[in-house]
Structure formats: C-alpha cells, structure tokens
C-alpha cells in the first residue's frame, strides 16, 4: 500500500497542468478580443485579411458570371482616341458620348492593349483584382495611421461587401481606378508629402469628376497647413496635371473638352438612382431640386469648416495668412485631422447628390468605417454602428432600388452626419502664445 502511494505521488503537481489547461483557452479568447478590438493590431489583421481576399477576389472572377455595362465603351471611345479623334464631342461608345477627363483615356489605353484590344476579359477582371488589392492596402495604411477603427470591423469593409467586389471585378468601372489614386493621394498627405498628394489628387480627378468631392476638404488643409500663398503652388500642380493631360484634346477642341469632361450639369437617368427612389420622377429631374441639393451641400460644408473643422477662436479668414504670422500659433495636422476632414468632406457630397448609381457605391465605401468608429458619439454602439453598415450595404444591393431601400439609406447618412456633427472636435484648440514653449 504504502508503494502505491508513493508511485501515484502528491496531488500538486498533477492540479497544476490541469489547472493551466482550463485557463488556456479563456487566456486564448482575450488574446482573441484584444487583437480585434485593439487598432494597433491593424497591420497584422489587414494582412491577414488580405490574403483571405486574394481567394475572394479570384474565386469571384471563376465562379460569378461577368456582366457587361460600360467596358466595350470604354473601349470605343478610347479607340477613337487611339485613331486620331482629339475632339471630345466626336468620342462615343455603345452607351453614348465620352464624359470623362483625360486622365481616364490614357489609363484605359494602356488596359486596351493589355487586354488585347479589349478583348480578353480574363485579363481585365485579373488586372483590375490586383487593382482591389492595392487599393485595400493603401486603405489599410491609411487606417494604421489614423488608429481609431478597431480591426473587427475591416471584415466588413472587405470580405462581406458583394456589392464592391462586383464593382471592381465583375463590371469593370472606371470608379475604382479613380479611387485607387485617391487614397494613394491621402498616404502621400499624411506622409508630409503634399507636392506628390495632390499631383495623384489631380490624376484621380482625371479619372472620374467625383474625387472633386474631396476637394472642399483638401482646400481646408492645405489652407490650414500654408496659408493661402504657401496654398498657391499645391493648387499650381493640381491645375498643371489637368492641363497637361487634357493638353491633346485642349488644343483640337477647348469647349468640347471641358464641357464634356467636366459636366457639373449632366443628367441622371432616374431607373439608375440608388439614393432618390422614393421621389416622383418629375421631381428627380427638376432643376429647383437640384440647386436645393446644391444649397444643401454647401451650406452644410460651410457649417463643418466654421464649426467642426475650424475651432481655434480666430475668424477662418486668418487661415489666408501664413501660419507664422497667425496670432495663435497652428498646431501640426495629425492624421486623424486630415482623414477626418477629407472623409467629411466627401461624405457629405455624398448625402446631397442628385443621383447615386450602383457603381458610385466605392467612392466612399472604405470611409465608412472611419466615420462610424473614428469619431464615435457615445449614443452609438458598436451593435447600432454594424446595423447602420449594414443596412447601407443591404440598401446598395437592392436592385432596382426601390422607395424603402432609398429611404434606408438616407436615414443611415443622416446618422452618421449627425455623428460627425456630435463627436468630439477633430480640430482641437490651438495653444495661446502666452503658453508656447520656445
């Protein structure tokens, strides 16, 4: 007997490995939490988050059907640039005139010979995959910077968007392209590289005339960061690149050009509109509530820049002054003040557009997740924040929209508009200069 006991020995040591085992995966579930919650793991979910869209992206391509929309006349209307037509108003496709700046026409040159003249839709979709995962990971660098969303949410913006992949992959738009440039354009800004940010700012805008929805914004900051003379140049090549690029069709036909490319007054067909379905038609295509969208959306820029965005006590006219000469001295912008004010600023172009199509969903799709959690009203959880994504994302999928599905997704911008309004200043008060430190 008392060999026996000695062979099984104290109870100890064997409670403590079984101890240890019942506290591993309690230990490993918050190692979990902490990783999702915790934006400074953004890098490390992003990759991983990257490599599962790899997968997504090309089975997408295998195993969903391609529908064609607008690629064959993309490819007829650079055709005609191709064989000689420089004049604007002779460049048409199956689905009508050409509409876009000249940045677009080159860059799908170069997709019209890699694709065999347009022909090679494989290789479309596969080039404008890689295009979706560059932009995914300028986008990831951009929410790495700014450390405010927690990683739990980029599933949401990436794997479990149907809609976005579709744009990217499936129907080949130019609004991706676009897109793509303009966050390349916010990493060159928050790198202290304004020159090169609003050189890619102005390709993007070459694109597709959307990105000027940013450009309220990028004003702003550039005011804020040079003064209106340090502003000058910054604004110098934004023009520049326009010119040269559009140089070609400027000197065949000026009028033609412009009034095409840059369209401020172009018609939306209502059978397409995401955003305004619940109207009658009559009232979609008068011209009274155009200019009252107009209104809308300047007013409300006006109200962000004296009141979110400009907070330092002094009247916003001092930001035409060099920033040396301010009396109060200005502060460096963070990452969060140039991302916060550029997402803004496009978001609420966004709220009061005269039509929204189906496409249009990726020019503010990756900065929902910035302006639902990076400036969070404490009314809004985490649960009503994923509702609202989600019925955003429902209402975009929706095909043909219909009264309900516009009307759900007005009242989710209207959330998030009153979240940025509410949320803590992203522009917080400037030092006195009594305080400054030399």
Known sequence: ????????????????????????????????????????????????????????????????????????????????????????????????????????????????????????????????????????????????????????????????????????????????????????????FLANSWGWGCCCFSLAVSVKMNVLLFAPGLLFLLLTQFGFRGALPKLAICAAVQVVLGLPFLLENPIGYLSRSFDLGRQFLFQWTVNWRFLPEAVFLHRAFHLALLAAHLTLLLLFALCRWHRTGESILLLLKVPSKRKVPPQPLTPNQIVSTLFTSNFIGICFSRSLHYQFYVWYFHTLPYLLWAMPARWLTHLLRLLVLGLIELSWNTYPSTSFSSASLHVCHAVILLQLWLSPQSFPKSIQPSKKTH
């Open 1 to 188: 007997m008392a060999a026996g006991l000695r062979k099984r020995g104290p109870p100890g040591p064997v409670a403590q490995p079984a101890g240890l085992w019942k506290q591993w995966p309690q230990r490993a579930w918050q190692e979990c939490c902490l990783l999702l919650r915790e934006p400074r793991y953004t890098l490390l979910v992003a990759s991983c988050l990257c490599l599962a869209e790899v997968g997504i992206t090309f089975w997408v391509i295998h195993r969903v059907a391609y529908t064609e929309i607008d690629w064959k006349a993309y490819m007829a209307q650079v055709e005609g640039v191709i064989n000689g037509t420089y004049d604007y108003t002779q460049l048409q496709g199956d689905t009508g005139p050409l509409v876009y700046p000249a940045g677009f026409v080159y860059i799908f040159m170069v997709l019209y010979y890699a694709t065999g003249r347009g022909t090679d839709i494989s290789m479309a979709q596969n080039i404008f995959a890689v295009l979706y995962l560059v932009t995914l990971l300028l986008v990831f660098l951009i929410y790495h910077q700014t450390s405010k969303v927690p990683p739990f949410v980029f599933f949401f913006m990436c794997c479990a968007s149907y809609r976005v992949h579709s744009i990217f992959v499936l129907r080949l738009f130019n609004d991706p392209v676009a897109m793509a440039l303009l966050f390349l354009s916010i990493n060159l």
